[in-house]
């Protein structure tokens, strides 16, 4: 690859790191809004796996080079030095990414006059090598993230789902008709609640099966709430923050009449796309739920919108890119939607509620709060009794928690909560 050829996707993934790291934007807003447009679908792809390589890296990248500078550089010049670090961490020739951290700190009128610097600490780093890298320690989440969470949980389970964020996570898919005839075609292992973990998979639309829509990508973890609710063919199922299409398309597969309704008309497309390449069948409704009032449904889903913290294994941009300072209108807004849903429903209804986040005020809380702000209302326990669910994941109020730490052998989970509720006949 000439000198050239490697800067364009280095410079996309500085770019995707700069408005992560000082915009406070997401990986998965700045891709679809068109930031690796411009680049080859190699280089796309490229950009892309450095830029999460990097903001996995990047408390150990931070540890790396505090030790080879007096100060903090300017955001830009920090960030080629931990894109570069990381690089370096990871075995790249040093030649090659020194000189292609000076050429990304030259090229910018702005940081020109520190390629002296970044020339000179990126050699040290290169010295240390991958060696020198595996000896730090596994990088922490940000402060604002893991004092809640350490609190909840303690210093130990933190410590372990940090080592697990760090390693990242396999591909997990879930099978639309016979698993083990998905295993023949693309090998990996079927874990005991049924999903099939690839690891090192690669390109997700090349492998075998996802043409002919045998499957579809969803962590093991968001795979339970669909089979915990159980939906049976001919119910009447409400999924009322379905984008981009998971759990959806789970309860279309049992053979239940489903709509599915979410806000965002840009996700609900990846719905479309997603039913399509299945051939499964939903009704499409893009709405916020709130407005939702069809009511006479047997089963409600509430995948909430969240903080999710429970996807930082495959999304190592959201400690950097937020600040916890939207939480609270997220935790209030789960509370009104459990209260919506429960009104769509027929008595003796039953709401799946769920959120990708490892907050108990996005989990347990809520469904204690909900238990209290409606008599009658019952969570449902044996539910919860579906292959390969660990008792031990059971929750004092009657849900499920998972955690990223859970199966980390295996690669871990994403970290969950999960409960079913009934409503008074
Ligand atoms: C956790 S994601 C849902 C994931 C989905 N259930 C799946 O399994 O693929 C939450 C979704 O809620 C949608 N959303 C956020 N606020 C909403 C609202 N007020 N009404 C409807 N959908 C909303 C978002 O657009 C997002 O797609």
């Known amino acids: 690859m000439s000198q050239q050829q490697g800067l364009a996707p280095r410079k996309a993934a500085l770019f ?9 934007k997401l990986l998965s807003e700045l891709i679809g809004e068109g930031a690796l447009q411009h680049l080859t679908p190699e280089d796309r792809a490229r950009a892309q796996r450095l830029a999460i390589a990097t903001l996995r890296g990047l408390a150990r990248a931070d540890r790396m080079l505090a030790r080879f500078l007096n100060k903090t550089p300017p955001t830009p010049v920090r960030n080629v030095l931990r894109l570069c670090t990381v690089e370096l961490a990871g075995g790249e020739a040093a030649h090659g990414v020194v000189n292609a951290g000076v050429e990304l700190v030259a090229r910018n009128k702005r940081t020109q006059s520190m390629k002296g610097l970044v020339n000179a600490v990126l050699r040290k780093v290169a010295d240390e090598g991958p060696d020198g890298w595996a000896r730090l320690a596994v990088p922490r989440m940000p402060g604002w993230l893991r004092k809640p969470l350490k609190d909840a949980y303690g210093p130990q389970v933190i410590a372990a789902i940090e080592a697990v964020q760090f390693a990242g996570a396999p591909l997990d898919l879930t099978v639309k008709g016979d698993v083990t005839a998905a295993q023949a075609a693309l090998g ?16 997700v639309s090349s492998l075998p099966g996802f043409e002919a829509g045998d499957w579809w990508v969803q962590d093991a973890a968001a795979a339970l709430p669909v089979q915990i609710m159980a939906p049976k063919t001919g119910e009447k199922i409400l999924d009322l923050c379905a984008a981009p299409g998971g759990k959806t398309m789970q309860i279309a597969a049992a053979g239940a009449e489903v709509t599915a309704v979410d806000a965002s008309a840009g996700r609900m497309a990846r719905v479309r796309e997603n039913l399509d ?12 739920a709130f407005e939702v009032t069809t009511d006479g449904f047997d089963a409600v889903l509430l995948d909430a919108p969240c903080s999710a913290t429970g996807t930082i294994r495959r999304h190592p941009d959201l400690p950097y890119a937020k600040d916890g300072s939207e939480f609270g209108a997220l935790i209030d807004q789960q509370a009104a939607m459990i209260d919506h849903a429960l009104t ?25 709060d909900a238990l209290a702000r409606h008599p009658g209302l019952t969570v449902e326990r044996d539910a919860l009794d579906v292959p390969g669910v660990d008792p031990a994941w059971r929750t004092e109020e009657g849900g499920l928690r998972l955690r990223p730490d859970y199966w980390a052998e295996r690669g871990g989970m994403d970290g969950f909560y999960i409960a079913q509720l009934r409503k008074p006949a």
């Open 16 to 24: 995707l790191l700069d408005k992560v790291t000082t915009e406070g």
């Open 188 to 203: 990996g292992e079927v874990l005991p609640t049924g999903s099939l973990r690839l690891h090192d998979a690669g390109q």
């Open 277 to 288: 390449r299945t051939g499964l069948q939903a009704k499409l409704v893009t709405a916020d």
């Open 344 to 368: 769509l429903l027929n008595p003796g209804g039953r709401l799946l509620y769920c959120t990708c986040s490892l907050l108990p005020d996005e989990g347990e809380v809520q469904i204690d």
